[in-house]
């Protein structure tokens, strides 16, 4: 298979790169340079919102599927669905459990993929996709609207939109679980939601193994990438206090707007994967893995 991987020069994507590498696939890297790629694989530098650079890279060359790890807004899903026509003819789209955000609600069930349709999603590249604070405060939408347009513009390639849990494990550069971690070390309380939803999750392993996967595949359109067993923050908290040998407390907020930890939500959060399973992908369960994660992220 001959895969070109746009992004991928750190967490989950990196390790997706390098599963390609080893499984014997002919990967090239795609991104602006800023991290070299893993030995073994073909470096390609572009910035992705640069048509006229990206062509130019790209020039002459053509893949069995494209695993595009950075698209968030439409402007850029745009530029990719005119670059990779007719050089392509699958792509798979990262995309994020954000895109269910506002869409689950107190006590709900898990979030399948039809509660967001690409089909019929809005589209509006005038919006401000290249101010960076913009991008970063429309996180959800941006991947929305990215899936939207390759969807409802007839991409000339087939579509796949990976709709990812909360990532856990690896070089995890956002903090969020090593907040639970020290506060639980040093004997704080977590402060949650007075009721925390429970949130689906995924091992940065898995992801990257569900990513390869889904490029061989042939189904198309969006699906839930999640290990089984969604949790609360609650929930959350009592297990990593479990794998460090300590009791967690969790403290729910008293005032309306006080922050909360990460993971704690007032509504469902939890991804329903009866599709990926269907379609034959064995997901693992939190349990099985979150024991070590905890443990890799105590400093």
Known sequence: MDVCVIGGSRYFGRRLIEDLRDAGAAVTVVNRGSTPAPPGVTHLRADRDDETALRAALAGRSFDVVIDQVCYSPLQAAVAARVFAGRTRRYVMTSTV????ERGRPGGAALTEEAVDPSTGPVDLDLPWTDGGFLDGHYGE?????EALFTRQAAPFDFVS???AHVLGGADFTGRLAHYVERIERGLPVVVHAAPQPASFVHEAEIARFLAWAAAADFT??????SHGALDARALSAAIGRALGRAAAAESV??????????????????????????GFPFSAVADWLPLVVKETVR
């Not at 954000?98 to 955000?101: H, L, M």
Request: with cysteine; net charge positive; aromatic share 10%.
């Open 142 to 146: 941006g991947k929305r609207q990215a």
């Open 221 to 226: 359109g969006p699906v839930n990438a999640a």
């Open 254 to 279: 008293v005032r309306p707007g006080e922050p909360v930890s990460p993971y704690s939500f007032d509504r469902c959060y939890a991804m329903d994967t009866t599709r990926a399973t269907r379609l």
């Open 162 to 164: 990976v709709r990812t």
């Open 98 to 101: 954000e895109v269910y955000a």
